[in-house]
């Protein structure tokens, strides 16, 4: 048998600051949205935004994913007044978690301080010896699943999300990578990652891949389940040719 790996593209995360306002913490804007014609008070020709349309970002974080990078930011869920006249109407309404703090990321390897810097966006990042320090992508994981507040891009929610539960024997399918959509059969489990074979090349080969890159195609134990009840599986069979009703089940 061949062996070989599937290796996805890893992130490396840093802390950065972001540049302070003099009032107040991070910007907010809103972007897309429906727009309408109007004509102002001396008949000039307008456009305007519709209420209610469009999404309310975060400044920084929008500027630093159009240039490329992967940002999280932490946010919570708090209850504030609609508007000044609505005393009693409360809506929930995003805040960042860490004052002044944003995380960004991009691939390993690459070395992007130049263009993060250069946006202006950020005054420093966290470090010690005047070297920054990359965050461990499990805490980084685990920080997206609690205050994502569902605004994470596609590929930090494929970042954070959690690897199924896979037994030796199971027939996986891979979601990313070289080999996206392969079907593979789990044959050890080792930490994070899972040994599998698959047919390659007219031949069977062994490969390793991380167990949050697959999804489960055909389960062992439920298969286990159905092979144990024979019995029942007959009786099953039985009583429907004897009701002669397509819709009776047991």
Request: some cysteine.
């Amino acid at each position: 048998m061949l062996m070989t790996n599937v290796v996805a593209q890893e992130l490396q995360w840093f802390a950065c600051r972001v540049k302070r306002r003099q009032v107040g913490g991070i910007r907010t804007m809103t972007i897309g949205g429906e727009m309408e014609a109007y004509k102002d008070r001396k008949g000039r020709s307008r456009t305007r935004r519709v209420t209610g349309t469009g999404d309310r970002v975060f400044v920084p974080e929008h500027i630093l994913r159009r240039a490329g990078f992967e940002v999280f930011l932490p946010v919570k869920k708090v209850l504030r007044r609609k508007n000044r006249f609505a005393t009693d109407e409360k809506v929930l309404v995003s805040q960042p978690l860490l004052v002044d703090w944003i995380f960004v990321g991009w691939q390993v390897g690459d070395c992007r301080w130049a263009d993060l810097m250069g946006l202006k966006v950020v005054t420093g990042v966290m470090g010690t010896g005047g070297r920054p320090i990359a965050m461990p992508p499990v805490r980084i994981a685990q920080l997206m699943r609690q205050w994502g507040g569902g605004g994470l891009s596609p590929e930090c929610c494929r970042y954070c999300r959690t690897a199924p539960k896979l037994v030796p024997g199971d027939v996986a399918r891979i979601v990313e990578g070289p080999l996206e959509g392969a079907q593979i059969r789990i044959i050890e489990l080792t930490g994070a990652s899972a040994k599998a074979t698959m047919q390659l090349l007219g031949g069977e080969v062994v490969t390793e891949i991380r167990q949050d890159l697959l999804e489960v195609v055909r389960s062992t134990s439920s298969s286990e389940a159905t092979s144990k009840s024979p019995a029942l599986c007959t009786k099953r069979t039985e009583l429907l040719h004897k009701s002669g009703d397509v819709g009776f089940t047991l």
